[in-house]
């Protein structure tokens, strides 16, 4: 079974970028080389990750990136995405930790040396647990301290990083991590979510101006992630929960960027819940993007809504990964026309899209034919949307290697290349190797 698309499809040339990610906490371990971070200590809270375990030594990647980055080359990837560990290269003073820096200037070097261009976030969840006692992004001065530190490293890497996004995802690290809970650090009330979501957003707002002064031949932006919500009946009321839903988790992220304004559903909160706004904090937000990082797993489907409620149903006889998320590659398609008729895009980067599935290694073989159904069915969808009109130039599999999947530890595997934890053996699985054949096959 093999990757393929119209040989006319404009990912089907050399001026498409195809890459691997990955992100810091997940994959390097050396957590005694580095400070602490908010997910050093919800990992050490019991209950709060479902196998028990942790990030100490995850792929031990700090040891083994020489042997990461011949495997990467060895995909034929034109592009790897990482993410600095800001408590890796920070110190608790805020001056640069040089020990750390140099890890990165080294893997850098290394990518930059076979040809592979480097994609680098600047935080990917991992907030130094010295900062999070003082409020973590429920106080207003991390954004400035966030705004410091990509200052300092994007002057220490400068121009041997080809593209620098400020944030992943922040909808996971207000959502899940200050308003539910299932993340770190762990704190679940409305408010704090939105308090949360409009701090890291103006960190973002404020680091990206600072870059694009650091580095102005970079592409610099911002990686969001979207769930595109479905009402489940063509009713009135199931279509209000799905738009609601939509402004709520997906919306909220990218209106203030794009439109220095939060989607008109923050005038039904509760005073107590709307998040404190300064004057002037939307035009920070709203700095000119040189990409937009789209990352797309799966989709919602949302049932009936009272005000501000809207409840998701679990679609139960539909295809789904093995972390329960239903596969539907068409919400992918819809995604990216959606947003491309709504606001005036810059070019999309797909930063993150794969699955995880129940992979298990025979022979030396994984044979996960399952996730080459997603990853082709994947690739038509945003195929499909270019073919539409929307200028989605590159696109990076999640995940270039199994890792530690957050609140569900080693147990989801989200690689295209297997881990054994027990040895660090690596091996490509059948995804990786289609990917590899896929990617080598381009004009
Ligand atoms: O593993 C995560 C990644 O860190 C952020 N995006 C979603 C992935 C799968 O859950």
């Known amino acids: 079974m093999k990757i393929s698309l119209p040989s006319n ?31 050093d200590t919800f990992c050490a809270t019991a209950g709060k990750i479902r196998d028990g375990s942790d990030g100490k030594h995850a792929c031990e990647h700090v040891a083994l990136f020489k042997d990461d980055v011949q495997l990467i080359e060895s995909l034929g990837v034109d592009a790897y995405r990482l993410s600095i560990s800001w408590p890796r290269v920070i110190k608790q003073d805020g001056s640069l930790n040089q020990q750390g820096v140099d890890f990165y200037i080294n893997l850098i070097d ?58 992943n995802e922040p909808f996971c690290s207000s959502y899940l991590g200050y308003e539910v809970g299932v993340h770190a650090p762990g704190l679940a009330s409305k408010a704090f979510g939105r308090q949360s979501a409009h701090h890291l957003l103006l960190a973002h707002g404020l680091a990206l101006k600072v870059i694009q002064q650091n580095c102005p031949n970079a592409l610099n932006g911002i990686v969001l992630n979207f769930t595109p919500c479905y009402p489940l009946t063509d009713t009135d009321a199931d279509i209000k929960a799905a738009q609601t839903a939509d402004d709520y988790f997906n919306q909220w992220y990218m209106k203030p960027i794009m439109d220095g304004e939060y989607p008109a559903i923050i005038h039904d909160f509760d005073d107590a819940d709307k998040p404190d706004i300064q004057a002037g904090d939307m035009e920070i ?93 994947h690739l038509n969808a945003v195929n499909n949307a270019i073919n539409q009109g929307v200028n989605v130039v590159g696109y990076f599999a999640w995940s270039l290697m199994d890792n530690f999947e957050w609140a569900e530890g080693y147990l989801k595997r989200f690689g295209i290349v297997y881990v054994d934890y027990q040895t660090q053996q690596r091996t490509i699985k059948r995804s990786g190797l289609a990917y590899r054949d896929f990617i080598s096959q381009r004009q």
């Open 285 to 377: 937000i709203k700095q000119p993007l040189d990409f937009l990082g789209i990352n797309f797993y799966t989709r919602a489907v949302y049932s009936t809504c009272d005000k501000n409620e809207f409840v998701q149903v679990d679609m139960k006889d539909a295809p789904k990964t093995d972390i329960g998320w239903e596969i539907y590659p068409s919400a992918f398609t819809d995604l990216l026309t959606s947003l491309n008729s709504t606001y005036t895009l810059p070019p999309v980067y797909i930063t993150e899209n794969g699955a995880a599935m129940d992979d298990k290694i025979v022979n030396n073989q994984v044979d996960d034919l399952d996730r080459l159904e997603y990853y082709q069915a």
């Open 9 to 39: 499809s404009k990912m089907h040339t050399k001026e498409f970028t195809f890459g691997v990610a990955t992100a810091s906490f997940q994959i390097e371990g050396a957590a005694d080389t580095r400070l602490p971070c908010i997910w």
């Open 110 to 167: 290394e990518l930059n040396s076979r040809g592979i261009k480097v994609y680098a976030t600047l935080y990917h969840w991992d907030l130094p647990q010295h900062i999070e006692d003082q409020g973590g992004w429920l106080n207003r001065q991390t954004a400035y301290l966030f705004a410091d530190y990509a200052d300092k490293i994007t002057q220490a890497l400068g121009d041997k990083v080809y593209s620098y996004a400020t944030l």
